[in-house]
């Protein structure tokens, strides 16, 4: 029997660190959906658009696509889809370690403002079939033993995604671009949350060359000052927690290194014209 999913006005909370579903579906009424953790949607079969946040995505077969924390959501289905769900807690995320991936949050937040398919990386699409495939056995089929690979399958999934969304270049970079701008771009969405380390002379010392030529060779690579593309990333996030998140302005604060709430607020009415709390109001009464 066909299941009609994702129909309803709801908010969802987990309180497990992974939860792996898979659901057929055939048609769904245009409301919205909210949860409070991460979801990885990947397209079996089936096509049709997600609603993001007022924004319509078409999708298809082998997409993978990345719902992040308190998005609005829904799926408009044309044809009977066939979705693998892959639910996150966003602690899972927080405390996930990596040895190359710093702060993955961020990254994953990022896909917020991408549209459709993460997948990037032509032999992604390969690997991400093969995983999603190995789920579905493990969740058809129990076994001792299966929580810890279905977690080893998902956390290959969150590398997976990080490494494509960290590879999407930002608008103004050029198409000629070399390597080493784009090392630097990943370096500062990692430290984004570290002022010391986003200072020219630290980003400088980083890659080893003089604060000087920095600022003249982001710019002629990016279309932009480092310090307008650091400021921009970070009132993007900013806006994300403002928006879709439960965090008290003091707590943003001090995620991002600011020295008091006057100090962010005054960064961030700069940028947008407007303040934090009638920033936060507006975007609460347009949802």
Known sequence: MIKKYFCGMRKENMHQSVEVLYKK?????????????????????????????????SYQ??????????????FDIINTTEFLLVKINSEYVKEYKSKSIDHIGCLLHYA??????????????FLVKSISDSLI?????????DEDLITHYVNALIVIAARNIAKIK?????????????EIINYIQAHIFCPQK????????????????LGSYFKNHSGET???????????????????????????????????????????KKHKEISLTAYRKAKVLSN
């Open 170 to 182: 930002p608008t103004g970079v050029k198409e000629s671009a070399d390597k080493r701008i784009l």
């Open 198 to 213: 986003l200072k020219a002379s630290a980003v400088a010392k980083e890659f080893d060359i003089s604060d000087t030529y």
């Open 226 to 268: 480092i310090q307008s593309f650091i400021s921009n990333y970070k009132i993007r996030l900013i806006e994300h927690r403002l928006r879709f998140s439960d965090m008290r302005i003091n707590e943003i604060v001090e995620e991002f290194g600011f020295s008091d709430e006057s100090h962010l607020n005054k960064f961030f």
């Open 25 to 57: 579906v055939d048609e769904c009424p245009i409301v919205n959906s909210q949860f409070s953790f991460f979801q990885m949607v990947y397209v079996i079969s089936g096509n049709g658009f997600l609603h993001i946040n007022g924004n319509a995505i």
């Open 137 to 145: 056995h493990a969740i058809a089929n129990k076994d001792i033993y």
């Open 61 to 74: 077969a082998g997409n993978l696509m990345l719902l992040t924390p308190n998005d609005y959501h829904n």
């Open 112 to 125: 917020t403002h991408l549209s459709g398919c993460i997948l990037k990386q032509k032999a992604d699409e």
